[in-house]
Every structure is written in structure tokens, then in C-alpha cells.
């Protein structure tokens, strides 16, 4: 009998200042309800200069790893480190080599980078859960970790953002039990992407829009095909978000496409506790639907052990999944609701130019060697570059 399979525990971590948008709108001249309202996005995280997808990756994945130190007197029962990004630091090493070794994981473990637009952290959880279903004593660390970057002064500017989460997928999880059935769907198109020799994506921000919508409705009607619970079987919903207006409009087409009979209100309330990181973090590109799930988590009133939750997952180019999972009893007692509030909360709020200096900055990177100041109030630094090689530190904070 195929084991019961999901997650475990959840982590979050983002950068270390903050960007209010009112301070972008200043900037741009444009009515911040543009942002707050129109886009449902209110802050951006902006990273330090020794801040990337390592640091913030590291500093989830630590929160998980303590806690299963704490447990079983050991971490080497991970064996496979599933690194999910787009921000990559390396064409070549996986950004889960520097992570492995900053948290000191045993050397008897495979990791690897995956890479499909917002879409890889879903490859990850489902790559994950088959290798857990084929040997219960697996333990799989996903870590999903992203910087989103647009050129200054563009229109995808305001939905910037970065974060990273990091999760455990096991058998018997505690959290969230993923279930079997999933809906695909994949596209050859240039929605958005980001070309090797840029730092920043490009977009056709309309277009991205309308294929987005696409592609949930094409992985929804195969998910049902595949024998998928009805609409009305779902009691809270999940979307990937560049910004959280999108998934507003995702649920609403959703609800249209499946003739559920839900006003507005009702289709918020399935949402809506899910949007509330992702409002203040910003885009976090592949980490962004699970941020969501742990904003849902700590964030819904109700008690949804035993609640069924649908996850639409999706990265531009494209690929998407539709996929569902069942909350588990005594989930609430795992959460670290307090940490993460803290953790958006002492974010340093930074002015236009600050924000204006680190974006360019990134932009003047050669590849010599470099010491990157000492920024993050975070437990790990990027130190820089030297002899091409990066290097990682912890702060000891
Ligand atoms: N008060 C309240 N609302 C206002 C307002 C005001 N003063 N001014 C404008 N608005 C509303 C508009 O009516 C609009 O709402 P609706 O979409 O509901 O009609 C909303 O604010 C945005 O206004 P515009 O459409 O005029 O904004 P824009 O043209 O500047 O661009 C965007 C919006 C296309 C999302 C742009 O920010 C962008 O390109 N973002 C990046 C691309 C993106 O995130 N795409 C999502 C799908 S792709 C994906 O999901 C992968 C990924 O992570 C990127």
C-alpha cells in the first residue's frame, strides 16, 4: 500500500529591509491605490548586498533542521536537498551545495537545482513525494528561494519582492498530506522570462496575465479528468502569486469555470488569509504559492485540520499543476506564527535611493573579487567573490 505522503513542517525566511510601495508610488508618480488596491500589494522585501537566494534559503532550511535535531539527535536521515529557483547563483553548482554545507548536513545526501519559472518548487514537493512513497524512511528538504527583479522604472517594478521557504516532505507528515491526483498543463510561450545575459526578467505583463488564467484552466479540467474532487470538496485555495490581485482574479475564474454558485465575499473567504505574506513580501517567484500556504496556515481563523486545501501552481513559459492536499490534526502546534511575523516586521524600512543604489549594484557585478559589506540582520551572509568563488558565512545572530 502506498504511504500516506506530504509535508512535514514549513519555514519561511525573506530579506532584511522593506520597500513601502507608497514610497515607489512617490517615485513614479502614480496613485498608490494603483498598488495597495489594483495590484493588492503593499511592500516589497528588497535584499541587502550580502543577501540572495542562499542566505534566505539557509535561513529557513536552519528552523527545520534545528527542529529535527532537536527530535531525532541528527539530520542525516535527509538525503536529497531539492534546491528550487530561478535567481541562480550558478550556471553550473546548485545553489543547495552552498545551503548543505552552511547548515552542515551529513555528506550521504543528494542535491540538485531545479529550474522552471515559478513552477519548481511543485516539481520539487511532487519529485519528493515519489521518492518518499517509494522508501517511507526518506526525508526530502525542498527549499524554494527566490529574488524578483525587474527593471527600474517598468510596470512589473511594484511587484518585486523576495523570500525563500524551506519544507520537509515525509511519510506520515504532520502538516499537510498531499494527495495523489494532479492536473498538468504545459505551453511553449514568452510570457516572462529572463534571458542569461540579464539580471532582470522580461515581461508581457497582459499577456502573462490571460495565460496564466490559461493554463489554470487547462491543469483544472485534467485534474478532474484524472478523477479529482469536485470544486465544492475544496475548502481553501492556493495560487502562485507574482502579486495577490492575481490570485483573486485566478479564484474568481475558477469559480466561473466550475459553475460553483459563491459571491464575492465567499470566494474570498477562501483565500484570502493566504494572501497576507505575499502582500508584504512580494513576489518570491517559485516560493510564492508556499508562502501562501503558510500565510493560510497561520492566518485562517477557522481550524482546518481535516480541511482539504487546492494548490494551483505556476511558472511562466509554461508549466502548471493543479493538486490538493488535506491539513492535518495538531497542525497549529508546528507553526512558528509569532517568528514569521517577526520576521517581517524588523525588516529595515529603506528610502527610494537606497532601494535605487542596490538594485543597480547588482547590475555592476563583474566576477573579480569582492567583499560584500556586512548588511543582514539575518544568521547568514553572502561574504562575496573571490578567485570566482562565492562565499557564504553565518553572522551569529
Ligand atoms: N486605485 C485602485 N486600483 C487601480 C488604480 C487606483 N488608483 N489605478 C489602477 N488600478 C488598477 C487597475 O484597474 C488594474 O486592475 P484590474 O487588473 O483589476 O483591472 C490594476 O490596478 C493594475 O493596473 P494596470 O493593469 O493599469 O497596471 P500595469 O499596466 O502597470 O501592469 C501588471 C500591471 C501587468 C501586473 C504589471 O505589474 C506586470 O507586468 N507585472 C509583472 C508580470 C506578472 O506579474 N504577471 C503575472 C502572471 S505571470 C506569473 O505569474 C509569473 C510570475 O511570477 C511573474
Known amino acids: 500500500m502506498t504511504p500516506r505522503v506530504g509535508i ?59 527542529r529535527l535535531r532537536e527530535r531525532d539527535g541528527t539530520t542525516d536521515g535527509i538525503r536529497t536537498l531539492l534546491f ?22 551529513g555528506e550521504n545526501c543528494r542535491v540538485v537545482e531545479l529550474k522552471q519559472a515559478c513552477y519548481s518548487a511543485t516539481a520539487a514537493l511532487q519529485f519528493a513525494l515519489g521518492i518518499v512513497a517509494r522508501d ?37 507528515p504532520a502538516l499537510v498530506e498531499i494527495e495523489p491526483v494532479t492536473g498538468l498543463h504545459t505551453d511553449d510561450i514568452a510570457d516572462f522570462w529572463r534571458p542569461n545575459y540579464l539580471s532582470t526578467a522580461l515581461v508581457d505583463g497582459k499577456y502573462s496575465l490571460a495565460a496564466y488564467l490559461r493554463s489554470l484552466e487547462g491543469a483544472w479540467d485534467e485534474y478532474r479528468a484524472r478523477g479529482g474532487v469536485g470544486f465544492e470538496k475544496i475548502d481553501r485555495f492556493c495560487y502562485h502569486q507574482p502579486f495577490t490581485k492575481m490570485a483573486v482574479k485566478a479564484h474568481d475564474r475558477l469559480v466561473a469555470i466550475a459553475g460553483a454558485d459563491l459571491d464575492k465575499a465567499g470566494r474570498l473567504a477562501q483565500i484570502e488569509a493566504s494572501l497576507r505574506m505575499n ?25 482546518l485540520a481535516g480541511r482539504r486545501i487546492g494548490f494551483f501552481s505556476y511558472g511562466s513559459g509554461s508549466v502548471s499543476e493543479f493538486f490538493t492536499g488535506v491539513v492535518q490534526p ?20 529603506i528610502g527610494y535611493d537606497r532601494y535605487r543604489a542596490l538594485h543597480e549594484r547588482v547590475d555592476a557585478t563583474t566576477g573579480g573579487d569582492d567583499r560584500t559589506p556586512a548588511e543582514t540582520t539575518g544568521p547568514f551572509r553572502f561574504a562575496g567573490v573571490s578567485d570566482h568563488v562565492r562565499r557564504y558565512e553565518r553572522t551569529g545572530r
Open 136 to 172: 517511507p524512511r526518506e526525508q526530502v528538504l525542498v527549499i524554494a528561494a527566490d529574488i524578483a527583479r525587474y527593471a527600474l522604472d517598468s510596470s512589473g517594478e511594484p511587484t518585486q519582492g523576495a523570500a525563500a521557504v524551506a519544507f520537509l516532505v515525509t511519510a506520515d
Open 84 to 105: 528550487a529557483t530561478e535567481s541562480g547563483i550558478d550556471q553550473s553548482k546548485s545553489a543547495g551545495v552552498f545551503v548543505h554545507s552552511l547548515l552542515g548536513m
Open 8 to 66: 512535514h513542517d514549513l519555514a519561511f525566511a525573506t530579506a532584511h529591509q522593506v520597500l513601502d510601495l507608497a514610497v515607489l508610488a512617490e517615485h513614479s508618480g502614480v496613485d498608490v491605490g494603483k498598488y495597495y488596491v489594483g495590484i493588492g500589494q503593499s511592500e516589497m522585501s528588497v535584499p541587502c548586498a550580502d543577501e540572495d537566494i542562499v542566505t534566505m534559503g539557509a535561513g529557513a532550511a536552519a528552523q527545520i533542521l534545528d
Open 330 to 349: 495538531g497542525y497549529r502546534s508546528l507553526l512558528r506564527t509569532e517568528a514569521d511575523a517577526r520576521a517581517l516586521a524588523d525588516r529595515t524600512p
Open 279 to 303: 502582500r508584504r513580501t512580494g513576489n518570491s517567484y517559485t516560493a510564492s504559492i508556499y508562502v501562501g500556504l503558510l500565510s493560510l496556515l497561520e492566518h485562517d481563523e477557522a481550524d
